[in-house]
């Protein structure tokens, strides 16, 4: 949805937090959407997706 901004804002950050969390949770085709969105980022914007990957995933995705 982020991705495409379908229903939401448009925002590649968080898709990559959300499709980075799936990846990790092996759900099939997340790393490939993953690294489709990544390919329009700046290395700053990357940073930040996995920092908030990893704050989410500490919060146990409330709030994120």
Known sequence: MYAKGQGVTQDYIHA???WDIA????????????DIVVKD????????AQDMT??????????C
């Open 16 to 18: 990559y937090m959300w």
């Open 54 to 63: 990893r704050d989410c995933v500490a919060k146990d995705y409330k709030g």
């Open 23 to 34: 990846a990790s949770q092996g759900l099939e085709g997340a790393a490939n959407n993953r």
């Open 41 to 48: 980022m700046a290395l700053a914007d990357i940073s930040k």
